[in-house]
């Protein structure tokens, strides 16, 4: 069974930071483009980050280029999202997937597995 979940969410002041981590099962994610996207209350998901198989190209929502990083490491099965200078604005439940494109993505439509999410809470 895949699965992927996450983790590493929290209650952060603004300018603060987090780590959030997607420990996948039943995948190995060294075969698939990973991403992270957030979904705030009332407002539709978003695209975050995402990264290549090999981590050699990535791709960030302009909201976030220069704070937030992706990463991962294929020998854990694990991605990671390190977020810092953090906003209210970046308040949100935050999802990992997966995407069988060979591409760094950033449309929800390339992503077919999908974790529970992490709440993320920014205060100001």
């Known amino acids: 069974q895949v699965q992927l979940v996450e983790s590493g969410g929290g209650l952060v002041q603004a300018g603060g930071s987090l780590r959030l981590s997607c420990a996948a099962s039943?995948?190995?994610?060294?075969?698939?483009?990973m991403g992270w996207f957030r979904q705030a209350p009332g407002k539709e998901r978003e695209f975050v980050a995402a990264i290549s198989r090999s981590g050699a190209s990535t791709n960030y929502a302009d909201s976030v280029k220069g704070r937030f990083t992706i990463s991962r490491d294929n020998a854990k099965n694990t991605v990671y999202l390190q977020m810092n200078s953090l906003k209210p604005e970046d308040t949100a439940a935050y999802y990992c997937?997966?995407?069988?494109?060979?591409?760094?993505?950033?449309?929800?439509?390339?992503?077919?597995?999908w974790g529970q999410g992490t709440q993320v809470t920014v205060s100001s």
């Open positions: 039943g995948l190995a994610t060294v075969t698939y483009t």
């Open positions: 997937a997966r995407s069988r494109t060979l591409a760094a993505l950033s449309s929800s439509g390339y992503y077919d597995v």
